[in-house]
């Protein structure tokens, strides 16, 4: 049994979940809670020293982490992963794209927006990701209006890997009618087999944080 | 022949300097500097909609863009991408790290130290980047007094996405010196075939960017 290690209010967590439900791949969760700092608790970090939900233990116990690095593991051999290596450099490049200018622009603006004690303690920080936002939405956009998926003919991990922080630019301010290629995007993402929307979850138990290292000392 | 598009000061650029060299691949290098906004010029986005370098024009006319991406693309096929799907996702756990949370980090930080009109007018955001950096530093010196190479036995891409902005280092505050597992590691990539020192660049001919598009026109 696979065990994920992370929670539903993140973007890069969810997207692991899709991964796994769309590949029918059973998995339990441990609740891993950002909002209380788990993931740099010093249980948490001998699992992953980077300190970052999502980490996935394998079924050999063997532990991997980031979300790329766990899309790819678990599409590698099915049709999300092209076969040539042009259409893989393809693929990483949108993945790469997500990880350094999309969700650091639209994750971190929904976290000052949402979570943050303070948002106005940030209204500089929040001037300068929306213009990062607008931009990174922008280049999506571009590519949308003249492509059914991401980095391909078909829909590979990049197209989940960007579904996430994307869809959620409502929570933070932006319109899905003002990005129309975007919109017809994220509904034919919501039509893939095994869909699996925000917020919900795909594990077939669920463990809280404390209960899962109380039975596992270190 | 390949044209790399982009400038010798930026560590993304750099490892792809660092991999065609390795790996023995001429290239022209077409200057796109940071400095002067480049990346967001109209004529380059046409080139890159993502408005960053580097970038790589294939011998095909195609263009392949992200420093992970490119990196990819090149090694695919020879030992510095590993065979085997754990190993390569331990590759790309890695980089993903490297793009996501060290080179946010230390490159942010450099560019606030180094490049930035008024360093002074950052002082609260160089104060979190070196906390930042500083946790980054540490998961990196963890792996490497385990491990000679950053994601496996033997060196690989992984190894060159992070050299260049762990050897900047002492250009934002940090002392080789207080890191000893990396400071080994970096003179073992230094040791590597072909290896192409900061700064330095294995371009066979440099076209300055006015010029490149003079001759080419939208």
Do not use: C
């Not at 608790?41 to 939900?53: E, Q, S």
């Not at 790329?68 to 990483?92: H, K, N």
């Not at 969700?103 to 929040?126: M, N, T």
């Not at 492509?147 to 899905?176: C, K, N, Q």
């Amino acid at each position: 049994m696979l065990t994920l290690f992370g929670n539903v209010d993140s973007g890069n967590v969810h997207k692991v979940q899709m991964i796994l439900s769309r590949l029918s791949l059973p998995f339990r969760r441990v609740d891993v809670r950002q909002d209380r700092g788990q993931p740099r608790d010093a249980r948490f970090l001998a699992i992953n020293p980077m300190g970052k939900v999502p980490a996935v233990q394998l079924s050999d116990g063997d532990i991997l982490s980031d979300s790329g690095a766990i899309l790819f593991y678990f599409s590698s051999g099915t049709p999300l992963w092209p076969d040539v290596r042009r259409d893989q450099a393809e693929v990483l490049r949108w993945m790469f794209f997500e990880q350094y200018s999309h969700e650091p622009a639209l994750a971190v603006l929904r976290y000052l927006k949402r979570f943050a004690p303070d948002p106005h303690a940030h209204q500089l920080r929040i001037i300068e990701l929306v213009s990062k936002s607008n931009f990174v939405l922008g280049v999506l956009e571009k590519r949308l209006a003249e492509a059914e998926w991401v980095a391909g003919p078909a829909p590979t991990i990049a197209d989940y890997a960007l579904y996430p922080y994307t869809r959620w630019m409502d929570e933070v301010g932006f319109s899905h009618d003002d990005w129309p290629a975007i919109s017809v995007w994220l509904n034919r993402i919501q039509k893939l087999p095994g869909f699996l929307p925000l917020y919900t979850d795909a594990a077939t138990e669920i463990i809280a944080f404390a209960d899962y290292f109380a039975a596992r000392p270190l």
